[in-house]
T-cell receptor, first 113, second 113 residues
Framework: QQPVQSPQAVILREGEDAVINCSSS?????VHWYRQKHGEAPVFLMI?????EQKGHEKISASFNEKKQQSSLYLTASQLSYSGTYFC??????????????FGKGTKLSVIP | DGGITQSPKYLFRKEGQNVTLSCEQN?????MYWYRQDPGQGLRLIYY???????QKGDIAEGYSVSREKKESFPLTVTSAQKNPTAFYLC????????????FGDGTRLSIL
């Protein structure tokens, strides 16, 4: 099943903060976050692994609640360059299943001056 | 620089025609993936491969075929059986060491003539 992202869209002014949520009905092994600009390839932002290890970069943070099967992406002091569609991708279980990502439908973020 | 190369960037298909989308990577990744992206639908998995000469169907494999004769290459054929092929197609790859991100190519936009 596809993870559910919320909100579907959000408009921010520069400098404002935003939270994007990703929720799954299945037990999760990892959550991946990507940002995609229109017509371009998704760009990796962050991975959160079961057990708490986090891998990422840039000034964006995230959390992973394994019990609730949820992850949240936090964007603080937003910049115009943050605009795009944010996708979460989830993996479940271990072994072969841990390498297949199931993506949510995305959250469109627009940052305006 | 290492990366994933997809070609062509734009492709047009006539009725009853098969077309092949190319995907090449020089990242020495074992796993490769094909996704289809439609507006508002996120990324949906078509096929994936974790080893040469082996591949698995994803969620929407009908009307598509793949091959994995070399580690670096994972071409996707959109057959005439795929009645609604117009979409943005993305190829990705990843290492099979745990907790690694997927790296995406720049995509191929396929349209019907």
């Amino acid at each position: 099943q596809q993870p559910v992202q919320s909100p579907q869209a959000v408009i921010l002014r520069e400098g404002e903060d935003a939270v994007i949520n990703c929720s799954s009905s299945k037990a999760l092994y990892s959550v991946h976050w990507y940002r995609q600009k229109h017509g371009e390839a998704p760009v990796f932002l962050m991975i959160l692994l079961k057990g708490g290890e986090q891998k990422g970069h840039e000034k964006i943070s995230a959390s992973f609640n394994e019990k609730k099967q949820q992850s949240s992406l936090y964007l603080t002091a937003s910049q115009l360059s943050y605009s795009g569609t944010y996708f979460c991708g989830t993996t479940s279980g271990s072994g072969a299943g841990s390498y297949q990502l199931t993506f949510g439908k995305g959250t469109k973020l627009s940052v305006i001056p | 620089d290492g990366g994933i190369t997809q070609s062509p960037k734009y492709l047009f298909r006539k009725e009853g025609q098969n077309v092949t989308l190319s995907c090449e990577q020089n990242l020495n990744h074992d796993a490769m993936y094909w996704y289809r992206q439609d507006p508002g639908q996120g990324l949906r998995l078509i096929y994936y491969s974790q080893i040469v000469n082996d591949f698995q169907k994803g969620d929407i494999a009908e009307g598509y075929s793949v091959s994995r004769e070399k580690k670096e290459s994972f071409p996707l054929t959109v057959t005439s059986a795929q009645k609604n092929p117009t979409a943005f197609y993305l190829c990705a790859s990843t290492s099979l060491h745990g907790g690694q991100p997927q790296h995406f190519g720049d995509g191929t936009r396929l349209s019907i003539l």
